[in-house]
């Protein structure tokens, strides 16, 4: 397969508008969570409180480095706070799930010193969950700081789509072209509508993995952009033929080598405190927020301190902070997720 298949774009920014969105190592005004609590998403009360606590310290630790807003119904407040640091924000904007990186606004800045919100419309990654409230932060955040909205004409979530903020995405085709989101799209129109909704000016596609997660297969847990043209994807060291996610994984990696880039490739845990199959353990699902990086430990000495010396290198001056986010990774997700930077202008 010929780079032609796997990377589209016109070769000059398609943002119609001059917006671009910024990468997430440029300084931040504040980072955006949100507090799950509906009991269509969590059945099961106990795990619910060991998720909210997880949110918790994820937000307290941010709030050392920057402003963090926590999005939270007003009676949902009181029980939020008790978790909470003083120096994180709650605001009231009703929430289900804490999925912030999906379902929180993607901001765009442009060369006037504004501030946009993106829009890609959340739809509970193909209607696979309630989203009544997590449909509508987005637009509800624009409102409250009074800022447009550019509407993107996508449905989709900003965890399926990485970018370096310098004119380069990169996304798996499961997450996009796929009719739970973008029925009749056929992928070249996806990409130039993403690529205007970042301001990029071209993409590159992996295959990704179809109907096998909820998110079908979003690119941030894989492989992050860690500065222009370089990489840092998350593999097994010994990947299993029967496992799509392997697959899918290892042909992403050869189309970013193929594309030129820059990829270090750092393993997956040997160990790890959860077992189970679907749990989601990725280093490359991290957070960096102005003066660190918030990552992911999963009790395996060996590659979390591979993890921990590869972001110190990558973001060198940061400080980089590892917990322990198993409830995260239980549900699929990680820090990335959980998380929505507000660039600072």
């Not at 299993?240 to 270090?264: K, M, S």
Request: charged content about 25%; hydrophobic content about 40%; some cysteine.
């Amino acid at each position: 397969m010929g780079m032609s298949a796997l990377m589209s774009g016109r070769g000059q920014s398609a943002s119609p508008n001059g917006f671009h969105v910024p990468p997430e190592e440029a300084p931040h005004e504040r980072t955006f969570m949100q507090w799950p609590v509906s009991r269509k998403v969590y059945d099961d009360a106990v795990f619910l409180e060991m998720t909210q606590k997880t949110i918790a310290e994820i937000a307290n630790t941010i709030s050392e480095f920057e402003p963090v807003a926590l999005l939270a119904a007003k009676e949902d407040h009181a029980r939020a706070r008790r978790l909470l640091s003083s120096t994180v924000e709650l605001w009231d904007v009703p929430t289900e799930d804490l999925w912030c990186r999906d379902a929180g606004p993607l901001f765009a800045i442009n060369g006037s010193g504004e501030i946009a919100v993106s829009h890609l419309q959340f739809n509970g990654w193909g209607n696979k969950q309630v989203h009544v409230r997590d449909g509508r932060i987005a637009e509800t955040i624009a409102e409250r700081l009074s800022l447009s909205v550019l509407p993107s004409g996508l449905k989709g979530e900003a965890g399926g789509v990485e970018q370096d903020g310098h004119g380069l995405l990169l996304a798996h085709e499961s997450s996009w072209v796929n009719d739970n989101r973008n029925p009749g799209q056929s992928r070249d129109e996806i990409s130039e509508r993403l690529l205007a909704a970042y301001g990029a000016q071209k993409i590159i596609w992996g295959e990704g993995v179809w109907d096998e997660d909820i998110t079908d297969y979003h690119i941030d847990s894989l492989a992050r952009f860690t500065g222009p043209g370089r990489v840092l994807i998350n593999l097994p060291d010994k990947p299993r033929r029967q496992d799509p996610f392997h697959q899918a994984a290892l042909q992403t990696h050869d189309i970013l080598v193929e594309a030129g880039l820059d990829v270090e490739v750092i393993p997956e845990p040997h160990k790890r405190r959860v077992r189970s199959p679907d749990f989601v353990a990725s280093y490359a699902n991290y957070y960096v927020c102005n003066g660190a990086v918030i990552s992911a430990q999963f009790g395996d000495a060996e590659t979390d301190a591979i993890a921990r010396e590869a972001l110190e290198r990558h973001y060198p001056g940061r400080e980089v902070v590892q917990l322990n986010v198993d409830p995260l990774g239980e549900l699929g997700g990680g820090i990335h997720c959980a998380t929505q930077q507000m660039p600072k202008v």
